[in-house]
């Protein structure tokens, strides 16, 4: 606690404004608790960057914080690239203190006379990301939190490819943020550096967005959407990008249609949680839609809820539509002539079904650690490569390369064009992914997430991985357990043979059980929530569409006797 103590006490010198003085002194005095919450560890950047509840302390999204990683990212670039005229740019969500926040990041890097390129209103993450190869900036940067409770706030970071950063350069440029002092950032801005853009920006993306979505799908006049951004950014592209994309039947929730960090209308801004749908399958049932598209807070990620078999409205997960859109963009790209250097792209705790779909295609299927800079980082590493597509199981999906992050806007688009053209076929976007079942195998895919807040949390799960470590699951529904893939020694066991191989990834903390009928498991501690994540895959040859509901029900069983097993139900 003294070096809490410590810690805090150094925030009351002259250089830190009078109201978090005041504030701090304050804690100290009367709640030692919180105190400890917020100064017992820095922040520090996980699979999504930096994200915390916004607030006073070393622990929290503030002034200072988020200065000192500006101004050590502004010593890094210089370092990076000596007598260069540095540019950087800066997008914020819809969330609070985003505006401001962003236009104090954009001064630090001003005062280290960097070029910055601010929007000069709320924006999409992946118009940032697209923004970064468009203005040819070093660097790229969005203040967001995602999907967070309105309490949150974060720092993404993105390098010259459109890329978040990845490792080496992540734990170098943390290096040099823990080098410095509070006192060492340069909060005097030179306004000559700042610029201000919009809508020569927007235009550049609205172009590259429907010229890679668009695939010219007959039936577009006839198919209903339901549109909804919860609040967020998305409410700046995905109108106009399906309207010129030829789009004439789209409703959107005009109660979630304004900007709002307090997201009134819903518990969660995420669109994996079937809540924040509510009032769009509400209206998509009034109106009889045949689709219904939510975004999170800075779109990147999107929720799709199609009609099922019965014609009701059904939201579909997110390893889901990452099958039928890769499917279908393989399908677009084979009728043009596979050249052999495709590939699609996955991650760790996604379904299998991306692997099954890639070798019916005869085309790669690169698996990385969660989190899309790691696809982003496949394209920089494979350049003579062709990507197509790929994904990840919580809602996002990236189509080409011209964003390198998540896309909700361009993703949005394609599984209209997916829906449209189904349905002018007599078909519908529920019956081609059963379609694919038939053809690849049914896979089907569970997420269960438990928080765990606070220091006493941030143990737990701790000591639930460390547990799952010393006693590793046997088997699952029967089933013996084969491999374990231990992703922070990065080792794999097969338990048959003994054998160990190495796995060709970077250390990661996540544990993956495989039995020996496919079914799998994977612990993972959340690298931007205080949660740890549980995700089960099953799988069952189909041999006919007719037999969905039968093999669907047989899995749905599977799954709900593993989860009481490991006492997960």
Same mark, same amino acid.
């Given at each position: 606690m003294n070096d809490i103590l410590t810690t805090a006490q150094s925030w009351l010198t002259d250089f830190f404004d009078p109201a978090v003085k005041k504030e701090i002194q304050h804690l100290i005095d009367t709640d030692p608790e919180e !105190?400890?919450?917020?100064?017992?560890?820095?922040m520090e950047f996980g699979t999504g960057g930096m994200r915390g509840v916004m607030g006073?302390?070393?622990?929290?999204?503030?002034?200072y914080t988020l200065g000192k990683s500006t101004q050590g990212l502004s010593n890094y670039l210089k370092k990076s690239y000596p007598d260069t005229p540095l540019k950087v740019v800066i997008a914020y969500d819809c969330r609070h203190n985003s505006d401001t926040l962003a236009r104090i990041v954009a001064e630090v890097f001003s005062a280290n006379n960097i070029h910055v390129y601010l929007f000069s209103e709320l924006r999409t993450t992946p118009e940032l990301s697209f923004a970064v190869r468009y203005l040819k900036c070093h660097a790229g940067i969005v203040l967001t939190a995602s999907h967070n409770p309105p309490e949150y706030n974060g720092y993404k970071v993105y390098w010259t490819d459109g890329g978040q950063i990845v490792p080496p350069q992540d734990g170098q440029i943390i290096a040099e943020i823990n080098g410095l002092s509070f006192e060492e950032i340069r909060f005097e801005a030179k306004e000559e550096f700042i610029q201000l853009i919009d809508k020569e920006v927007d235009e550049a993306f609205f172009e590259a967005s429907v010229k890679n979505g668009n695939f010219n799908a007959p039936g577009k006049a006839d198919f209903s959407i339901v549109f909804t951004s919860l609040h967020g950014t998305s409410i700046t592209a995905i109108?106009?990008?399906?309207?010129?994309?030829?789009?004439?039947?789209?409703?959107?929730?005009?109660?979630?249609?304004?900007?709002d960090g307090d997201f009134p209308t819903v518990v969660s801004p995420n669109p994996e949680e079937p809540e924040a749908l509510t009032l769009a399958m509400k209206k998509a049932e009034e109106i009889g839609a045949d689709m219904v598209v939510g975004t999170d807070p800075d779109s990147d990620r999107l929720g799709i809820a199609v009609r099922n078999l019965e014609g009701k409205m059904e939201l579909l997960n997110g390893n889901?539509?990452?099958? !039928?859109?890769?499917?279908?963009? !393989?399908?677009?790209?084979?009728?043009?002539?596979?050249?052999?250097?495709?590939?699609?792209?996955?991650?760790?705790?996604s379904t299998p079904m991306m692997q099954s779909l890639a070798d019916a295609y005869g085309v790669e299927?690169?698996?990385?650690?969660?989190?899309? +800079?790691?696809i982003a980082k496949m394209i920089v590493d494979h350049p003579k490569q062709y990507f197509v597509g790929g994904g990840e199981e919580s809602f996002g999906f990236m189509v080409g390369d011209f964003v390198r992050d998540k896309?909700?806007?361009?993703?949005?688009?394609?599984?209209?064009?997916?829906?449209?053209?189904?349905?002018?076929?007599g078909s519908?976007?529920?019956?081609?992914?059963? +379609?694919?079942y038939e053809a690849y195998g049914f896979y089907k895919e569970k997420l269960i997430s438990l928080t765990k807040k606070g220091i006493?949390?941030?143990?737990?799960?701790?000591?639930?991985?460390?547990?799952?470590?010393?006693?590793?699951?046997?088997?699952?529904?029967?089933?013996?357990?084969?491999?374990?893939?231990?992703?922070n020694t990065a080792t794999s066991t097969n338990l048959v043979s003994g054998e160990i191989t190495p796995i060709a990834l970077p250390t990661s903390n996540v544990l993956i059980y495989t039995t020996s009928d496919g079914t799998r498991m994977a612990a993972r501690p959340s690298g931007t929530e205080p949660k740890i994540k549980f995700y089960f895959s099953v799988n069952a040859a189909m041999d006919k569409v007719s037999d969905y509901k039968t093999v669907n029900q047989a899995l749905e069983d599977k799954l709900t006797r593993i989860l009481k097993q490991l006492n997960l139900d």
């Open positions: !105190l400890k919450d917020r100064f017992y560890k820095n006073v302390g070393t622990n929290r999204i503030n002034k109108p106009e990008v399906l309207k010129r994309a030829g789009y004439t039947k789209v409703s959107i929730i005009e109660e979630q249609a304004k900007p889901q539509t990452m099958v !039928l859109m890769t499917k279908f963009l !393989l399908d677009q790209r084979k009728k043009s002539g596979f050249k052999g250097h495709e590939f699609i792209a996955s991650t760790i705790v299927c690169k698996t990385s650690l969660t989190g899309f +800079k790691w896309d909700a806007v361009t993703s949005t688009l394609l599984a209209c064009e997916i829906g449209a053209q189904a349905k002018a076929a519908s976007f529920y019956e081609e992914l059963i +379609k694919c006493s949390g941030a143990e737990e799960i701790t000591q639930m991985m460390k547990d799952y470590k010393a006693n590793p699951v046997k088997s699952l529904d029967g089933s013996p357990v084969i491999t374990v893939d231990d992703y």
